[in-house]
């Protein structure tokens, strides 16, 4: 198996900690907000979406890819994210952009170093441990928020 193939099983596998939470989310769960947190489930759905496309585009080279992440321009929850089919086909697209522009990748990419105003200089091995990692803790943060929140 190449390197590729085992980086994708590791980000596919990481990233069902946050698809297996969109099973049975419901739209009025959008809107829930855990304590004083000031971010909603359906801005940090958004916020996982916009993140991945601006990997995809920014770290891993898919200069074609379009995104206006707005999640991350406004830097915070604006209450808009309330359509929950627009949420679940963004996020979606932006799993399969994510995942086309990995399947792309040689194994010597891995070792090549990125540099992005927002974490510095990485290796794209070490870039895709930073995007399991995002999703896997806005994850966390919608599950408090499904459980607990309102």
Known sequence: MSQTELYLQTWQEAR??????LTNIREEDLKKKSG?????????????????LLFAKN???GSDIKVTAKTVISKY??????????????QQQAANTLR???QQQKDED???????????EKTKAAAIGRIISHTAYHAGQLAMILKYGS
């Open 110 to 120: 891995w070792e090549t170093s990125i540099t992005t105003k927002e974490f510095g």
């Open 100 to 102: 086309s522009i990995l």
């Open 59 to 61: 770290v891993f080279g």
């Open 36 to 52: 004083t947190s000031p971010n909603t489930a359906g801005f940090l759905i958004r916020h996982i979406g916009d993140v991945e």
């Open 16 to 21: 069902t900690r946050f698809t297996g939470l």
């Open 77 to 90: 929850d604006t209450g808009e994210w309330v359509n929950l089919a627009e949420l679940l086909s963004y």
